[in-house]
């Protein structure tokens, strides 16, 4: 199957290829783990590198927001928007949900305009605002999912995470809804503060287990090599494995 590459060094590797066509796929992290510049890379990469025009839809951020961090990676948004091939959206949970379950409404129209082809929605976290019912919240965000599958659009969509550090005890619905699921993450290494990313999960597709390191660098996100002769990365509590057990299984 064709994939839709993000353009990411080392991520779409992790992902067999790139998303599936027309998924939905999730990146949950904490404040400063580079959700929003995963998003952007996505956007961008799709328009430069692959055909792919793009909409960026926000429930936080104004648009000049995105311009000026894009800028400090070297993508030029306004001179993509002059030609016609992003759009960024400012909007709320309640208007696009709305919006994306009418015939011809804005957003609709700005997916036409651009003839989009991927999209970013920075936070579905948002949507919790909408109801404090956990069954009707998994509703919203499905038909939201929906919606903008029915567009034919691969989305991503960004999600605040409240841990900082160690395993999280968040029972958050959309998890189940996406089709992919990638967790960005602070980790502690003796006394540093170091990235963490793994792929959760993804839907119909083998994906990479491990744990990578990755970094926001002046292009962008790099994903890196593995955590190695680590165990318990995510969990807040890291230890160096056994000298023995490194030689005889991480290193083979």
Same mark, same amino acid.
């Given at each position: $199957?064709?994939?839709?590459?993000?353009?990411?060094?080392?991520?779409?590797? $992790?992902?067999?290829?790139?998303? &599936?066509?027309?998924? *939905?796929?999730?990146?949950?992290? +904490?404040?400063?783990?580079?959700?929003?510049?995963?998003? $952007?890379? @996505? #956007?961008?990469?799709?328009?430069?590198?692959?055909?792919?025009?793009?909409?960026?839809?926000?429930?936080?951020? @104004?648009?000049?927001?995105?311009?000026?961090? !894009?800028?400090? /990676?070297?993508?030029?948004?306004? +001179?993509?928007?002059?030609?016609?091939?992003?759009?960024?959206? $400012?909007?709320?949970?309640?208007? =696009?949900?709305?919006?994306?379950?009418?015939?011809?409404?804005?957003?609709?129209?700005?997916?036409?305009?651009?003839? +989009?082809?991927?999209?970013?929605?920075?936070?579905?976290?948002? @949507?919790?605002?909408?109801?404090?019912?956990?069954?009707?919240?998994?509703? &919203?965000? /499905?038909?939201? #999912?929906?919606?903008?599958?029915?567009?034919?659009?691969? =989305?991503?969509?960004?999600?605040?995470?409240?841990?900082? &550090?160690?395993?999280?005890?968040?029972?958050?619905? #959309?998890?189940?809804?996406?089709?992919?699921?990638?967790?960005?993450?602070?980790?502690? #290494?003796? =006394?540093?503060?170091?990235? *963490?990313?793994?792929?959760?999960?993804?839907?119909?597709?083998?994906?990479?287990?491990?744990?990578?390191?990755?970094?926001? !660098?002046?292009?962008?996100?790099?994903?890196?090599?593995? @955590? %190695?002769?680590?165990?318990?990365?995510?969990?807040?509590?890291?230890?160096?494995? +056994?000298?023995?057990?490194? %030689?005889? /299984?991480?290193?083979?």
């Amino acid at each position: $199957m064709d994939r839709v590459k993000t353009g990411i060094s080392g991520l779409d590797e $992790m992902l067999g290829g790139g998303f &599936l066509p027309e998924s *939905a796929n999730l990146v949950e992290g +904490a404040p400063g783990t580079g959700k929003t510049t995963v998003g $952007m890379q @996505f #956007i961008y990469n799709g328009i430069v590198h692959f055909n792919e025009p793009g909409l960026i839809i926000t429930f936080e951020e @104004f648009p000049k927001q995105y311009y000026h961090d !894009a800028t400090t /990676f070297g993508w030029d948004f306004p +001179a993509l928007e002059r030609q016609g091939l992003l759009k960024i959206v $400012m909007t709320s949970p309640e208007v =696009s949900q709305m919006d994306l379950e009418s015939v011809g409404g804005f957003i609709e129209g700005h997916i036409r305009d651009v003839g +989009a082809r991927r999209v970013v929605v920075d936070s579905v976290s948002h @949507f919790a605002r909408l109801t404090q019912n956990p069954v009707e919240l998994r509703s &919203l965000e /499905f038909k939201f #999912i929906n919606a903008l599958k029915r567009e034919r659009l691969t =989305s991503l969509l960004t999600r605040e995470s409240p841990v900082l &550090l160690g395993d999280s005890t968040d029972n958050s619905s #959309i998890g189940f809804v996406v089709d992919s699921y990638i967790l960005l993450r602070y980790v502690e #290494i003796e =006394s540093a503060i170091r990235k *963490a990313l793994l792929v959760l999960k993804m839907r119909g597709s083998d994906h990479a287990k491990d744990i990578r390191q990755y970094s926001i !660098a002046a292009n962008g996100i790099e994903v890196q090599s593995k @955590f %190695e002769g680590q165990e318990g990365i995510l969990s807040g509590n890291p230890r160096k494995l +056994a000298a023995s057990f490194v %030689e005889a /299984f991480v290193k083979k």
